[in-house]
C-alpha cells in the first residue's frame, strides 16, 4: 500500500516557513494524530478546494436572482445588433 502511495504522490510543492510557522503546523499535526506533511496536504487541499469553490459560485442578491431567473425564463427578443453579431459569428466559424 505505500508504494501505491507513493506513487500516486509523485509531485512536489516547496515552501519555506519560519521557525514559529513549523512549530504550529507541527504541534496542529500531532492534535490530529498525524504527521506535518499530511498535515499541510490535507489543509492546503482543503483551503485550495473551498477558494475554488468560492469563485465557481455565483451569489446573488434576492432582487439580481429574481431578475437574472426572468431573464433566463423570458429571454427578450434579439435586438439588430445581436442577430448582425450571430450572422458574423456563423459566417466565421462556417
Not at 501505491?4 to 509523485?10: F, G, I, L, V
Not at 516557513?17 to 490530529?32: M, N
Not at 477558494?51 to 439580481?64: C, D, Q
Not at 433566463?72 to 459566417?91: D, G, H, S, T, V
Amino acid at each position: 500500500m505505500a508504494t501505491a502511495t507513493a506513487a500516486r504522490r509523485s509531485e512536489r510543492l516547496d515552501a519555506r516557513l519560519t521557525r514559529e510557522e513549523k512549530e504550529i503546523i507541527e504541534t496542529a499535526a500531532s492534535l490530529r494524530g498525524t504527521s506535518a506533511s499530511d498535515f499541510v496536504r490535507m489543509v492546503i487541499k482543503e483551503a485550495a478546494l473551498k477558494t475554488i469553490r468560492e469563485h465557481e459560485v455565483l451569489t446573488l442578491s434576492e432582487e439580481s436572482r429574481r431578475v437574472f431567473v426572468e431573464a433566463l425564463l423570458n429571454p427578450p427578443e434579439p435586438n439588430a445588433k445581436l442577430i448582425a453579431a450571430a450572422r458574423r459569428y456563423r459566417q466565421e466559424i462556417g
